[in-house]
Structures are given as structure tokens and as C-alpha cells.
């Protein structure tokens, strides 16, 4: 893969992000289209997709991003239906893929088969969880498909290695596949979650966000690389990279709400660009497969129209049998049942939703792409994995928003219980920092040589301050988004920018002029950067 190739189709990739993200539409959806007419261009250069770059620079990075924005307390609470979706719907489809697919043609060995299965087994919730965020869903929702994301690739992958163990003649019995299993989870889980523990008591100790944001970088690639090779019995054991992620950054971004605010904000900035870039550049290269999965296919000793149509329904059987499932697990007996007690149990329109977020991504590809060429049926599995990625993609991609919007599927308590929550959070905060203002003042400004006047001016200046941010906050929960619009808070927020940008202009002008120095400029720049930023999150949580 020449850079120079590599670097154009980042460059484009990312270009149909920021149409998309300009015009609110899904990203993933419109590269994967463009990519697959790129990729009938002739003279194009071709890119196959590098299975070891994918597993190693690009997977740990996105995983560990999702990992800190999910709320570990919201993952234990749905654990259940995360288990139930990432893991054994996960060997249900690859087991019914199996057999369909050797049903279908019986000359591919068994063991081929479900290496199909395994890897085409696995959702990828980027598509599913954007389009779902920019729609709406409930909060539940949204915590069940990204907990699922975050565990069904290493249930997939470590089906997969089982898989090719048995078409290569190395896999032992079905006793012996189970503890491969157990052994991948215990060791990812263990090395991601000791990682984490120590590269938060050293982030602890550092007190600098520059290198704490530096640690939590090279940790994804570091515990990934590390529970994969990592084999305590024999070669045919090893930890599970992706679980090792999932832990590792699970307890992170639970310990990340009591850092420092430099850091915190720091790496919520430094983590969205990773995700912008990478899901840009393998959505893109998802879509630039396909002249390689032809050429395979076309080359198999095998009838095209046959192999296309397997492939279609292999791509049917996949979608086909996450509905029933999600259905099923719905109505079982409560000791078994996916959405725990009864109370509890989603609404149809939810479960049909959930049901059709099956869209499959990378790891299905590069999973495919990574088979050793001496697998029989080599060819026809990458072919099924392409149209199961590919098609997913479209079909449900597409119709997913169609689907949501038509079934209303929204939780109309959870806003109003936010903002209960919030105001009685903001009052309680309000409050602990008046009383902590009345000790200051009565303790450390006290003893200081200040006129008794300045202090009371101060301290009434402190609590207005306190009090008006309250204020500001329980009137824009209060307000429709009209109302928030044409608030005098508002009003004085747009005030405060537009002085804040005749400063900024001032100050260039003073530098055009040869008056102001450039490192003199860039530090009162910051200030008033930060002061604006500041300003324009407030303004913007509260008009949204």
C-alpha cells in the first residue's frame, strides 16, 4: 500500500466526512458508496485491505475510544443483553452460517464454513450507534448496541482462530475450543484492567496533560499487542487484545471523571479525531475491496452465478437471524431472558430496531482478507464476507433512519429525568460552593491586610457569579429551544463573543502593524481562545 495512495484516500475520505457531517448525514454510508464506484475506475491504483494494520493500528485505537465515552455503570447494568448480543448471538450466527453455507455447497469443508460464520458474525455499531445518537435513541438503546460493538469482536475473532485451527488440523475438541475461550477472556480482561490500574496511579502522579493524554495514546496499542501474545500454557492460548482494550478503557474513562479538567477535555478532543480519521480511512477502504474479493471470486473453479447467489444468501441468512433472535430472548423465562425483568423489557418498536442494527464493518473484512491462502474456499469466503459487509451497509444503513423515524422510537421521560437530575445536581453544587466562599472568606481572606469593604464586594461579586450560572441553567431547561434562542442569557453570551473576536481582531491588527510580538500574541490568543470555547459550549448546550 504506497503512502502516497494511502495519504489520497484519507485526504478524500475524510473530505465526504465533513460533507456529511456538514449536511447531518451518515459518514460511513457515503464513503462505502463512493469508494465502490472509485473502485471501477480504471487506472485506479488498487488498495487491498492489510489485515495486521487493521487488528493492530486501527482497531485498539477505536475500541479504546468508544470504551471512555461509555458509562461503565450503564454497561453493568445492561450486562445481560451486551452478553446476549456480543456473545452468544455471535456463535448462533456463525454456527447458522455454517451449516447454510456447507448446505449450499457441500464440496466446502465444514470447517470453512464456520470460519465464514465467525467472520461474518460480528456487527460493527459505528453506523448504527451514529445514525441512533443523531436520532435520538434512548439512552438503554444506545448502551446495549455500543457494549455490544465493544465485546462481539473478540467473540468473533477468537471464534475465527478456533476456525482456522480446525481447517489447518491443529484444533483440538470442542472442550478444547471452549477453553481457548475462557482463557482469551480471562487473560484480556486481567491485562487490560492491571494496564489500566497502572497507567492511571502513574497519570495520577504526573500532574501534566500533555504526557497524561501521551500514556493514554500508546495504551490501546500497548495492552492489544501485549494480550495477544501473551501465551501462558502454549501457543494455542492467548489473551483476547480487543477484551484487553475494552477493560483498559472501561476503567479509564470511569477514573477520567475525577482528573484534572485539562486532561479530561484534552483527551476528548485528541480521542474524536482519532475516531474521524481511522472510521473515514476504513470505510473508505471497505468500499475499495471490491475489485480484489472479484478477481478471487471470479477465480474460484466454481459457477459465477452460483457463488452470487449463495453469496446473497448468505447475506440474508446473516440479517435474517438477528430479528428472531432479539424477539425470542425478549418473551424467554426471566432467568434467561435478554432484557431482564419484566418491567424492563423494551416496547416492540424498540426490539425491532435493535434487531436491524446488524450493519457489519471492518473487522469482517479484515478477518476475511487474513485467511491463509492454503484454506480451502479461501475465495468464496472472502466474496460472502464483502457482500454480507457491503450489503448490510446499504440495506440496513439506509433504511435504519427510515425505521426509527417511523416507529417514533424515543424514551419521552428520559429528558425530563435529566433535567431533574441536573437541576437538583446544579442546586447541591450551587450551594457547596457558597458555604465553601463563606469559609474562604472567613478563613484564608480574613487574615490578609483588605478593607472590610472590598472583602464584602468580593464575596457578593463570587455569589452572584455562583448564582447566575444557577440561574442561567435552570432557565434554559425551563425554555423551549425558541425561548433559549431569545433569553438574555443568550443574548449576553453572543455579546460576550462578539468582544471577545474585536480583541482577537485588535491583537492581529497590532501584529500586522510589527507592534506585537508573535509569542506575546499567541499567548494572549489562547486566553481568549479558551475564554471563547468556553463560551460556545455553554451557548451551544443550551440552545440544543
Known amino acids: 500500500m504506497e503512502i502516497l495512495t494511502l495519504m489520497g484516500v484519507l485526504a478524500g475520505s475524510l473530505g465526504l466526512t465533513a460533507f456529511a457531517r456538514r449536511f447531518n448525514l451518515p459518514a460511513p454510508l457515503i464513503i462505502v458508496t463512493v469508494a465502490l464506484a472509485v473502485s471501477f475506475i480504471p487506472g485506479i491504483p488498487r488498495m487491498e485491505l492489510e489485515p495486521e494494520l487493521i487488528l493492530t493500528l486501527v482497531l485498539p485505537p477505536l475500541l479504546y475510544s ?8 450503564h454497561f453493568k447494568l445492561n450486562l445481560r443483553p451486551i452478553i446476549a448480543l456480543g456473545v452468544v448471538l455471535v456463535l448462533v450466527t456463525a454456527f447458522v452460517v455454517g451449516l447454510v453455507v456447507h448446505w449450499l455447497l457441500p464440496d466446502l469443508p465444514l470447517a470453512s464454513a464456520f470460519v465464514l460464520g465467525a467472520v461474518v458474525a460480528p456487527p460493527d455499531a459505528v453506523t448504527a450507534v451514529a445514525i441512533g445518537r443523531r436520532l435520538g435513541l434512548p439512552r438503554r438503546m444506545m448502551t446495549v448496541l455500543t457494549g455490544e460493538s465493544l465485546v462481539n469482536d473478540a467473540a468473533a475473532l477468537t471464534l475465527y482462530k478456533i476456525g482456522l485451527a480446525a481447517v489447518l488440523g491443529t484444533a483440538g475438541s470442542i472442550g478444547h475450543g471452549f477453553l481457548v475461550f475462557l482463557v482469551a477472556t480471562v487473560l484480556g480482561v486481567g491485562v487490560g484492567l ?6 492511571g496511579f502513574v497519570r495520577r502522579k504526573l500532574d501534566d496533560p500533555l504526557m497524561e493524554s501521551t500514556f493514554g495514546i500508546i495504551l490501546p496499542f500497548g495492552v492489544y499487542v501485549t494480550a495477544e501474545h501473551l501465551h501462558p500454557f502454549s501457543p494455542a492460548f492467548s489473551g483476547s487484545g480487543v ?3 475494552v477493560a483498559a ?6 477514573k477520567s471523571l475525577y482528573a484534572g479538567p485539562a486532561t479530561r477535555v484534552q483527551d476528548s478532543q485528541v480521542w474524536a479525531t482519532f475516531d474521524v480519521i481511522l472510521e473515514a480511512l476504513v470505510f473508505a477502504l471497505i468500499g475499495l475491496q471490491l475489485p480484489f474479493v472479484l478477481d478471487g471470486a ?11 447467489l449463495v453469496a446473497a444468501i448468505v447475506l440474508l441468512v446473516t440479517m435474517g437471524i438477528r430479528i428472531p433472535y432479539v424477539f425470542l430472548l425478549a418473551v424467554l423465562p426471566q432467568t434467561l431472558r435478554l432484557f431482564g425483568k419484566e418491567q424492563d423489557r423494551p416496547a416492540w418498536r424498540q426490539l425491532a430496531v435493535v434487531s436491524w ?5 471492518v473487522i469482517t473484512l479484515a478477518a476475511a482478507t487474513g485467511i491463509p491462502m492454503e484454506t480451502p474456499g479461501r475465495a468464496e469466503i472472502q466474496l460472502f464476507a464483502f457482500t454480507v459487509a457491503i450489503g448490510t451497509l446499504l440495506i440496513q444503513g439506509l433504511t435504519l433512519p427510515v425505521l426509527i423515524k417511523a416507529f417514533k422510537v424515543r424514551d419521552p ?6 433535567e431533574a437530575e441536573e437541576l437538583e445536581a446544579r442546586k447541591a453544587a450551587m450551594e457547596a460552593a457558597k458555604n465553601r466562599l463563606d469559609e474562604i472568606m472567613s478563613t ?7 478593607p472590610e469593604e472590598r472583602l464584602d464586594t468580593l464575596k457578593k461579586r463570587l455569589n452572584a457569579l455562583v448564582e447566575t450560572r444557577y440561574r442561567g441553567a435552570v432557565a434554559a431547561i425551563s425554555l423551549s429551544s425558541e425561548e433559549r434562542a431569545s433569553s438574555p442569557h443568550a443574548a449576553f453570551a453572543k455579546a460576550r463573543r462578539e468582544l471577545l473576536m474585536t480583541q482577537r481582531q485588535t491583537l492581529l491588527e497590532e501584529h500586522a502593524a510589527g507592534r506585537l510580538d508573535d509569542d506575546v500574541l499567541r499567548k494572549v490568543l489562547r486566553e481568549l481562545d479558551l475564554e471563547e470555547m468556553a463560551l460556545s459550549e455553554a451557548l451551544t448546550s443550551r440552545l440544543s
Do not use: P
Not at 478503557?249 to 470511569?254: A, H, I, K, P
Not at 442494527?357 to 464493518?361: E, H, P, Y
Open 66 to 73: 468508544t470504551s471512555l465515552e461509555t458509562s461503565a455503570t
Open 194 to 199: 492491571l494496564a489500566g490500574v497502572l497507567v
Open 243 to 245: 477484551l484487553a482494550v
Open 249 to 254: 478503557g472501561l476503567y479509564l474513562g470511569r
Open 298 to 308: 471470479l477465480g474460484a473453479a466454481r459457477d459465477n452465478g452460483t457463488l452470487f
Open 357 to 361: 442494527t446488524g450493519m457489519r464493518g
Open 413 to 418: 421521560d428520559e429528558a425530563s429525568r435529566d
Open 444 to 450: 484564608r481572606l480574613s487574615s490578609l491586610d483588605i
